[in-house]
Each structure stands twice: as structure tokens, then as C-alpha cells.
């Protein structure tokens, strides 16, 4: 389970159309910080993930 207090990025939005969101793993978790950093892996992942996810939504 992961706890996130993401929904500012989300909470204007959700009012107009449903949301969901994509999170990926940074080092030590950190986020919105210098020494922030993700593998590129990571990214990738999130990518195939969203790709997905958008193709089942368009094919119904």
C-alpha cells in the first residue's frame, strides 16, 4: 500500500472528469526535492502503464 497526498494535482480536475493517477518508484521516496532521482526503467514502466491504460480506455 503506498499513502500519497498527491490529490492536490488531481482535485480541480475530478470535478470536471474522473482522475487517475500513475506513480512511480524515486529513490528513497523522495519527491519535489534535489536529489530526487528515478531509473529509467522506472519511467518506462509508468509510460507502459499509462499506454495501456489509454488504449483500453479508447477501445471501450
Known amino acids: 500500500d503506498m499513502i500519497s497526498r498527491a490529490y492536490h494535482d488531481s482535485l480541480f480536475m475530478a470535478v470536471v472528469a474522473p482522475v487517475a493517477m500513475v506513480f512511480i518508484p524515486c529513490y528513497r521516496g523522495y519527491s519535489h ?26 477501445s471501450g
Not at 529509467?40 to 509510460?47: H, T
Open 33 to 58: 526535492r534535489p536529489d530526487e532521482f528515478t531509473s529509467i526503467q522506472a519511467m518506462e514502466n509508468g509510460v507502459q502503464v499509462l499506454a495501456h491504460t489509454l488504449a483500453a480506455l479508447a
